[in-house]
């Protein structure tokens, strides 16, 4: 009697491989991002309005300041440099504030960038960009040839400790680091080097 053939054992299968979920953006994370987006625009639009609000009330202009010690701040430049203002120190140093959404800025971009040029051996011009992104900033300084020292306020530090109401703005430092001047609007070159030439006798 022959006997009965063994059964054939089942073929091995091979577990799937494991599927690596997909991280996801959990909810409170993206209302929190979607916070801070809507924050920063709106900041961004009430520093415009107060620019235009000033600008359409005349307050464009001198304005006068007490005699004190410039803030001292430290700047990473656009260009990947850093600017410390104790360290320029001995010159006069003009520090203007601007955005590149900001239209009297771009009215006096000629203006600053020739005097910087025309005062580049006697005295300091720095940029201060707020409320703004690199690219725009880029940008705007590609467009006007903007080429003395410009660097971001992501935080408003440097503007808070200026006083800084609007954009533009432009506040003058003596030789001695002392802040004895301020133009609040838009800058024309006649008034720019009437600032610094009084700054140089």
């Known amino acids: 009697m022959t006997a009965p053939a063994a059964p054939s054992p089942s073929p091995t299968r091979l577990p799937a491989p494991a599927v690596e979920p997909t991280p996801e953006v959990s909810p409170r994370s993206a209302r929190i991002v979607a916070l801070l987006v809507g924050l920063l625009l709106i900041a961004t639009l009430l520093l415009m309005i107060w620019g235009i609000g000033k600008r359409a009330a005349g307050t464009v202009g001198s304005v006068p300041v007490a005699s ?3 803030p001292t701040f430290s700047l990473t430049l656009l260009d990947g440099t850093a600017f410390d203002l104790a360290a ?17 800025c771009e009215e006096e971009a000629a203006a600053l960038e020739q005097a910087s040029r025309a005062y580049r051996d006697r005295a300091t011009f720095v940029g ?14 590609r467009r006007f040839g903007v ?11 440097i503007a808070v400790e200026y006083g800084m109401g609007g954009v533009p703005e432009t506040y003058f430092v003596d030789r001695d680091g002392q802040l004895v001047g301020k133009w609040q609007g838009a800058l024309d ?13």
């Open 68 to 70: 004190r010690p410039a």
């Open 128 to 141: 201060v960009n707020v409320q703004d992104t690199e690219p725009l900033a880029r940008d705007f300084m």
């Open 147 to 157: 080429t003395y020292p410009n660097g971001r306020d992501a935080s408003g530090a």
């Open 88 to 104: 320029v120190r001995g010159k006069p140093v003009v520090i203007n504030f601007w955005a590149s959404w900001c239209i009297p």
């Open 189 to 201: 070159e006649a008034r720019l080097r009437s600032f610094l030439d009084d700054l140089l006798r």
